[in-house]
């Protein structure tokens, strides 16, 4: 079950708090609907929840908050707003995606995928699905770690009324099964049609927290709207009518001249006016309106009662403005919202009375004290059927015992100290200080990264379409650099002329190594929250590794393929194996591998693409420039002889000649590009490194 315990977020220069004191309960095996008009709350009340936004208050699922459970999304399946996935991606691709990072086989992609009835659409790409196919896949995705909970904010919205009715098909099927279901909607219909209970929200706070059918019963009933200039004398008319014929009719009044009749008709009410020649200016049906406190405002509180029923009146009550009445034929309940100030006696009519200061009247004629509601003499408290359990593999972790939920105390909207609420008995009672602070949690790093990272980088075609530029500009270049003939051979193999800062090859490992973080952030899958991307060590190894070995193969296959089409054009003399092949090679790879890393943790750091590029091209163009000055300054001591003092220190020589490698790698790392690339990538690394730390310790 969910425990939400004073959620309140933090307020926004002089405005009050978007949410302010909000607690409620949400159980198993029930669907709970967060109901409330736009702007009410619902959506900063999850992000709460889930610890997406920063403010104060608590929520346990299943006794634990949400930073203090292992794995979230194999707990509690979110969804808010669109499916956050690469338009070009595939259905199936985009969950066998999420599989690995949630840590489920990948076959459980086709289960929900049958399970929410997409798999004539698996192949689909992202982009071109309508909006129901978008919740569907939504609620695929929710669903893949088969969580306890699910947490959805406003799913039915823009749908039809045929996949409306199969999601909440849905979501009952997974509260029979033992789940949580939290759903927010603005639609009070779709609140009473498809949840166990009905929390409603007004300006940041809980209007009213009821059982389903309470809320259809008291608000979201057909009523008359009566205008009329004797409000007064049309209400005590129906309450006499009313009592007369045994009926259940409630009238409330609002305003000098405006009557709200339940359980009765127009043509009933018009009758009764037209008999008793009363003035009637309007007569209208409303059907399905939530009642007193639909626009977000609190239902009216009854402060005094000025109408009674005397003893023997054949009128039956004067009715206050704002006032309620109930009648039955044998309870008459009065609720009047008008001059505060305590509320008089009763007067007998024959029948048990109650009253209480500030609270409902009610009159039963024959009835015993202990049938009345409110009674001072304690009754048995109702069974609370027990919680069903979930089945398969949530089966045998049982629901904590719930604690009581504590009353939500009012709070003023900037509080600066222990908060206080007027009372009649305590005028400055304090209440208790405001809930512990909610921060922002990082989101969970894939249980598989590496295999996380190859479905992302290979689920969509931006990186076989990046390496087949790649590979057709680099031949061109080469054929064009070679009929001029001013380009050595090592730069001719590379395509990479003096004038451009980096070659083609180069540039596209450094676009792909940014497009893996930076697609992170366009499309961030692995967190509920829109920007949110894990800033984990083991997925930043991953996305490494997998960029190195993508910027190897783009290396590799440029130099092959501008070898054969200079060989194809100009013959074997443009494609002869130059004498230091080995410390060319080492070069070459470095450049590309390390490029294509720079645009990796670039664009981890400046949470872009367009920064991890940047980044890549500032080496040759900013960083290159500055380590040839301090180069060439004046030296004392050069590096002569390395080779043979390396082979000294390691006192025998490696198997296969591994010192040559390591002394051209010495080399490669000596040259200006070199140097200059490995600091750029200490220090886009240092930055990394820092900002992660920075942000696991807000």
């Known amino acids: 079950m969910i425990q939400a315990f004073g959620l309140t977020s933090n307020p926004r220069k002089d405005l009050p708090p978007a949410v302010d004191d909000v607690s409620f309960d949400a159980r198993a ?27 104060r208050g608590l929520t346990h699922f299943r006794g634990r908050p949400l930073h203090r459970i292992a794995h ?38 086709d289960e929900v995928l049958e399970a929410v009835g997409l798999v004539s659409l698996r192949e689909e790409r992202l982009g071109t699905l309508s909006r129901g196919m978008d919740r569907r896949l939504g609620l695929a995705c929710a669903l893949l770690a088969d969580p306890h909970t699910l947490v959805l904010d406003d799913p039915a919205e823009g749908l039809s009324a045929g996949e409306s009715r199969w999601l909440h098909g849905m979501l009952r099927a997974h509260a029979v099964h033992g789940g949580t279901v939290l759903v927010s909607t603005a639609d009070p219909k779709e609140a009473a049609r498809i949840a166990d209970r009905v929390v409603t929200l007004g300006g940041g706070r809980i209007v009213a927290d009821q ?123 009065i609720q009047g919202t008008g001059r505060p100030g305590p509320s008089p006696a ?116 931006i990186g076989f379409l990046t390496g087949a530029v790649v590979l057709v500009v680099s031949a061109l270049a080469a054929v064009v650099l070679a009929r001029f003939g001013h380009t050595p051979q090592a730069r001719l193999l590379a395509a990479w002329p003096r004038e451009l800062p980096l070659p083609p090859a180069a540039l596209g490992a450094g676009l792909l190594g940014a497009l893996a973080f930076g697609d992170e952030f366009r499309h961030p899958a692995l967190a509920a929250d829109r920007g949110t991307v894990p800033r984990r060590l083991g997925l930043l190894a991953a996305k490494l590794l997998v960029s190195a070995v993508t910027g190897l193969v783009l290396a590799v296959l440029t130099v092959g393929c501008d070898a054969e089409v200079l060989y194809l054009l100009y013959g074997r003399e443009l494609v002869k194996v130059p004498v230091d092949w080995l410390s060319l090679g080492v070069s070459w790879i470095g450049l590309v591998i390390g ?86 990538l200490a220090t886009l690394l240092c930055a990394y490194v820092l900002t992660t730390l920075r942000r696991r310790v807000r």
């Not at 939500?408 to 400055?428: K, L, V």
Request: overall charge positive; hydrophobic content about 40%; some cysteine.
């Open 29 to 55: 095996g029930h669907v709970t609907a967060l109901l409330g008009a736009t702007g009410a709350g619902k959506t900063t009340v999850l992000r709460l929840m889930l610890e997406l936004q920063q403010g």
């Open 595 to 680: 490029c294509a890393w720079a645009g990796v943790l670039a664009a981890g750091v400046f949470r872009s693409t367009a920064g991890g590029l940047a980044a890549v091209v500032a080496v040759p163009v900013i960083v290159v420039p500055l380590v040839q000055k301090f180069l060439e300054g004046p030296s004392v001591r050069s590096a002569a002889g390395f080779p043979l003092r390396l082979r000294e220190v390691l006192l025998s020589q490696w198997p296969f000649g591994g010192e040559r490698y390591v002394s051209a790698v010495a080399r490669v790392v000596g040259q200006p590009v070199g140097s200059a690339l490995t600091l750029s």
């Open 211 to 333: 059982a389903a059918a309470d809320f259809a019963r008291t608000r979201l009933r057909p009523r008359v709207v009566v205008r009329t200039p004797h409000a007064a004398r049309l209400a005590a008319v129906l309450a006499k009518e009313a009592r007369t014929g045994q009926r259940s009719v409630e009238v409330v009044r609002e305003g000098g001249n405006r009557l709200y009749v339940y359980g009765s008709t127009c043509a009933d009410v018009g009758d009764a006016a037209f008999r008793n020649g009363i003035l009637v200016h309007q007569l209208a049906d409303e059907v399905g309106d939530m009642g007193p406190g639909a626009d977000g405002s609190a239902p009216p509180v009854p402060d005094a009662v000025e109408g009674r029923l005397p003893a023997g009146s054949a009128d039956g009550p004067a009715l206050p403005a704002g006032g309620r009445l109930l009648l039955d034929g044998r309870k008459e309940v």
């Open 346 to 461: 009763p007067t007998e009519v024959g029948a048990d009375v109650e009253a209480d200061a500030g609270s409902e009247i009610q009159v039963r004629a024959g009835a015993s004290q202990d049938s009345v509601p409110g009674s001072a003499r304690p009754s048995a408290a109702p069974s609370v059927p027990p919680e069903p359990t979930r089945s398969g593999a949530e089966s045998g972790q049982a629901d904590p015992p719930s604690s009581p939920r504590p009353t939500p105390p009012a709070i003023p909207p900037h509080p600066t100290g222990p908060r206080t609420s007027p009372s009649p008995s305590h005028p400055t009672e304090p209440l208790p200080d405001l809930p512990p602070p909610i921060s922002v949690r990082p989101a969970p790093s894939p249980l598989r990264p590496l295999r996380y990272e190859l479905r992302r980088a290979t689920g969509v075609g």
């Open 72 to 109: 979230p999304s194999r707990e509690v399946g979110v969804l808010l707003g669109d499916v956050p996935g690469h338009p070009g991606r595939t259905v199936r691709g985009h969950l066998r995606m999420l599989c690995a990072a949630a840590g489920v086989p990948v076959r459980r992609a």
